[in-house]
């Protein structure tokens, strides 16, 4: 299951046009999605206007791909699972947004190696083939760690006052 | 869970080998959802200690079997008399488990235990969540005054809260 999350406050139809237009080409992928307030729709993904924390978290936690606008409240929780995430910053050329902070959020998030940023429908299209041809993210099973940068940290951490001159 | 007064001999011994490395215990706590998800993905790191794990589901021990799983209550600074439960607990678990180490990645229950440990003399480390992303969470601030470390996953917080940057779990 994909989901994909515009928060509750704006519209974004460029985002979910694309994410339907997939969904048309891809109909054994369930797609959901938080729409927020819209008068469009969409024919080939189940769409909730709002969902309430609890079941934006499950609905999280069961999907395969997160993808979402770059707002920060709406992409933390997927963050926080490690599943794969994709975000499509809005523009205010478009008039998406009132200015183009979404743009600086997602080029912050890009770092992280779970995130990939799309600019344009093209490039939303080819990261969710891309996500969707990867094995699946157990969340919370332990199969995936940290890179070793952090662990080597953490490990030298704990051995410290044994070893002192591998002092973080 | 069963809660129990710890004895005087579950204490180890102690006199301490400078020379040769005793085994290492850690106490690794994370609440539910993204915290121990971020707890897992850092389990390469304890290699060759002895891990005790806290948490707040049941369903964890399966996961870090047989690693020893302790609960306790999830709680907030909004649930008042569960957070007091909570440290209740986690002072208990602290005892009994008398760890070398605390690592945690959150949230209200890490801080608590690592400000039980600092009273026994253990190390710890507080990792905030990779979810704080602008700055630091609650719980990170408070375990500043006690921890011996704090890390952000953000270089920029890192910078503007005094906090160490050593990478981020993703």
């Not at chain 1, 999350?5 to 046009?17: A, C, D, I, K, N």
């Not at chain 1, 990261?127 to 099973?141: D, I």
């Not at chain 2, 539910?32 to 369903?59: C, I, K, N």
């Not at chain 2, 007091?84 to 945690?104: H, K, M, N, Q």
Request: hydrophobic share 50%; net charge positive; glycine share 6%.
């Amino acid at each position: 299951m994909i989901f994909a999350t515009v928060g509750t406050q704006l519209p974004f139809h460029r985002l979910l046009l694309a994410l339907d237009t997939w969904a048309a080409l891809n109909p054994s992928v369930q797609v959901v999605a938080q729409t927020g307030r819209t008068s469009a729709s969409y024919n080939h993904m189940r769409t909730f206007p709002q969902m309430d924390q609890r079941q934006f978290a499950e609905t999280v936690a069961r999907a395969r791909v997160v993808v979402a606008h770059a707002g920060m409240g709406t992409i933390l929780t997927a963050l926080e699972t490690g599943k794969p995430l994709i975000l499509m910053p809005r523009r205010a050329d478009l008039g998406e947004h009132r200015n183009d902070h979404q743009i600086d959020t997602a080029a912050e998030m890009a770092s992280l190696s779970n995130v990939t940023v799309a600019a344009d429908t093209q490039a939303l299209c080819t990261a969710l083939n891309r996500a969707m041809s990867m094995p699946p993210v157990q969340a919370g099973r332990g199969a995936d760690v940290a890179p070793p940068q952090l662990i080597e940290a953490v490990r030298s951490f704990i051995w410290a006052d044994q070893y002192p001159q591998a002092r973080p | 869970m069963t809660v129990s007064i710890p004895l005087l001999s579950t204490r180890r011994p102690a006199s301490r080998a400078a020379a040769t490395p005793r085994p290492r215990r850690i106490l690794a706590v994370a609440s539910g959802g993204g915290h121990w998800v971020q707890l897992m993905r850092l389990r390469p790191a304890f290699a060759q200690a002895e891990v005790h794990y806290a948490t707040v589901d049941r369903s964890a021990a399966e996961i870090v079997a047989p690693a020893p799983v302790h609960l306790y209550p999830d709680a907030n600074k909004d649930t008042p008399l569960r957070l007091a439960l909570a440290a209740l607990t986690l002072a208990v678990i602290v005892l009994r488990v008398r760890p070398d180490v605390v690592v945690s990645t959150g949230a209200a229950g890490g801080y608590l235990a690592i400000r039980f440990a600092r009273l026994l003399g253990a190390r710890t480390l507080f990792i905030d969540s990779i979810a704080n992303a602008r700055e630091l969470s609650v719980s990170a601030r408070l375990s500043q005054k006690v921890a011996d470390l704090v890390l952000s996953q953000w270089p920029a917080v890192a910078r503007a809260t005094g906090a160490a940057y050593r990478g981020a779990v993703l």
